[in-house]
């Protein structure tokens, strides 16, 4: 039985992941949750620092660069990793996809490279799963967007976040944080809980039965959002939906020694 111990070192408004052991395909898991537990609270960046893990195998990396992919979709971050040994790196290299991750020589010029982007705006808010929390999630995407000065969004993003929230009110039944991100031109909305079970889109004219209301939500975050889904946290889950803003910048890369942050 192999071991892997992961260690959050920081988690906002950089994370900090440092990975100790062995990684195989019977510790990935560990990992990823770890990993997605720290995403779910929005970094502008997720640094793995690898300097002190043995890589099995590429298999048991796959996860580790399909997390880079989705994390620029959702929370819209970069994920940095550094320290990695060469027979580790010919790994990544080999499994990598279109748009592999930052590579860094050390934590430090990870460290300095995220620092230097642009600190992304946040917000956050915490509900109960009462039967005000909807409408109290809508007064606060209103009011943000406005500060933002992304009202032209606003209406369309009070209906996302109430659409969130009154799922997790209505089928989590638990405790809730809203966090609202302006990356670039997108606008991140994300509802955590401590429900584990995910969400799941409805097939395609399956959205009656005894559940048809929340198909039916899903159903329209389809339609109202450029993407959304679902991912699993240590203690539940992060739903999440990004919506594009007219009229600002998109993403722009961003130099940096030894990778690319952007």
Request: charged share 20%; proline share 7%; glycine share 8%.
């Amino acid at each position: 039985m192999t071991t892997l111990v992961c260690r959050v070192l920081s988690r906002l408004p950089v994370a900090h992941v440092a990975l100790y052991g062995t990684l195989d395909t019977g510790s990935t898991v560990r990992m990823m949750v770890t990993l997605r537990d720290c995403l779910a609270e929005a970094p502008s960046v997720l640094i793995v620092d690898m300097q002190y893990v043995t890589v099995a195998d590429e298999a048991s990396l796959r996860p580790l660069l399909e997390l880079v992919a989705d994390a620029r979709t959702w929370p819209g971050a970069r994920v940095a990793l550094c320290c990695a040994t060469p027979a580790a790196k010919a790994m990544i290299a080999a499994a990598a996809m279109k748009e592999g991750p930052d590579m860094y020589p050390d934590v430090t010029s990870a460290t300095d490279a995220a620092r230097s982007l642009p600190l992304s705006v946040r917000d956050v808010l915490t509900l109960l799963p009462a039967a005000e929390a909807p409408a109290r999630s809508r007064r606060f995407t209103h009011d943000t967007c406005a500060r933002w000065g992304i009202g032209r969004v606003g209406n369309l993003a009070e209906l996302v976040t109430s659409e969130l929230v009154t799922n997790a009110v209505m089928h989590a039944r638990t405790a809730m944080t809203v966090t609202l991100r302006l990356v670039d031109n997108r606008l991140h909305v994300a509802v955590r809980d401590g429900d584990p079970r995910p969400m799941q889109r409805p097939a395609p004219g399956n959205a009656g039965g005894p559940q048809d209301e929340h198909g039916r939500g899903l159903l329209l975050l389809d339609a109202m959002t450029d993407s959304w889904g679902c991912n699993p946290t240590a203690d539940g889950k992060v739903v999440w939906a990004s919506i594009a803003v007219p009229g600002r910048p998109a993403a722009a890369g961003h130099a940096a020694t030894g990778g690319v942050l952007g």
